[in-house]
């Protein structure tokens, strides 16, 4: 049986690390060559050694293809690793221009109330001085076309208007 390795075991081989690669038979090594020639120059030193230079030849050039596609699918795999990074960090990127973006926008906003809803009071809400006779009431969210809140806790005649949030 033929078998390939590196000068101290059969079966082991370390592409980048070994820089021969060896022939072996029946657990014996018979002949190494550089890792850089090509399996005919295998099967060649094999014929010398008295092997089948055919069957050294295909061995060898099935290593090399088996290398060959473990590294493509290597670099394949680190490629598309990158590429997902290379995503993430541009959403980031950009996620973040939108954030600033945003906040540039709310900062310069007059804060109107576009919208309004009324909830039931759950304790004091964000924005607000914290007024112990609004307590206990409603309290009024006010949304501003640019995104800006503002709560105002409501108790009969007492209110107290937090200022605007912005995100």
């Known amino acids: 049986m ?10 082991e081989f370390r592409p980048g ?11 014996q090594r018979v002949f190494g060559g550089s890792v850089g020639w090509l399996p005919a120059q295998f099967g060649e030193a094999a014929a010398r050694h ?3 230079a055919d069957a050294v ?22 490629a598309q690793r990158r590429a997902a990074a290379d995503n993430l960090r541009a959403a980031t990127l950009a996620a973040e221009a939108e954030r600033e973006r ?15 809803r009324t909830v039931g009071y759950t304790g004091s809400s964000p924005g607000t001085h914290g007024d112990r006779e609004a307590a ?11 995104g800006a809140e503002r709560y105002t806790d409501a108790n009969g005649a007492h209110a107290d208007v937090g200022h605007w949030l912005i995100d």
């Open 2 to 11: 033929i078998e390939i390795g590196n000068h101290h075991t059969v079966g």
């Open 17 to 27: 690390l070994d820089l021969s690669l060896w022939i072996w038979v029946g657990g």
């Open 50 to 52: 008295g092997l089948d």
């Open 57 to 78: 030849a295909s061995v060898v050039a099935a290593y090399f293809a088996g290398t060959a596609a473990r590294r493509a699918a290597a670099d394949a795999a680190e």
């Open 102 to 116: 945003t906040r540039r926008q709310q900062r310069q906003c007059a804060h109107r109330a576009q919208t309004s």
């Open 136 to 146: 206990g009431g409603v309290t009024y969210i006010d949304v501003c076309r640019c």
